[in-house]
């Protein structure tokens, strides 16, 4: 009988192991191969978020950060398409764009991260579930 269990406990312990597969490991995109596009070359990054631009300040918020807006001719043409989407001048709207982003001291941006804008992709009305307004004055 203990033979029997002892036998019983071994094949478990063997059948139960997983087996390990041996995976090639991924392939690395060189950055001056043919396989990278241009765009993935041109060190900039696609930054989704909440846009408003209010006072002379211009502000981007994404899921995870918070950028202050370099006023570029870009941030203008940006806050041009935004305002069809404002009710009021402190609305936020939801925007897509292409820019590069630095952590260098600005006199009047005071936030940590700003961002250039290069390129703007898609400007859309704000989701409706979000009712965080800030209105300001009377």
């Known amino acids: 009988?203990?033979?029997?269990?002892?036998?019983?406990?071994i094949l478990t312990v063997f059948l139960s192991c997983k087996k390990e597969t041996k995976s090639e490991p991924a392939k690395d995109v060189k950055v001056?191969?043919?396989?990278?596009?241009?765009?993935?070359?041109?060190?900039?990054?696609?930054?989704?978020?909440?846009?408003?631009?209010?006072?002379?300040?211009?502000?981007?918020?994404t899921h995870e950060n918070i950028y202050g807006v370099l006023i570029t001719d870009k941030m203008h043409e940006l806050n041009k398409k935004a305002k069809a989407f404002k009710t009021e001048p402190t609305d936020m709207v939801s925007v897509e764009i292409r820019g590069r982003i630095t952590n260098q001291k600005d006199e009047k941006i005071l936030w940590e991260n700003k961002v250039e804008i290069v390129e703007i992709i898609e400007v859309k009305a704000p989701k409706e579930e979000t009712n965080n307004i800030v209105k300001l004055g009377n």
């Open 1 to 9: 009988m203990k033979k029997t269990f002892f036998i019983a406990i």
């Open 32 to 61: 001056d191969t043919p396989e990278r596009t241009a765009k993935q070359n041109d060190s900039l990054t696609v930054l989704k978020g909440d846009f408003v631009y209010y006072d002379g300040a211009a502000v981007l918020q």
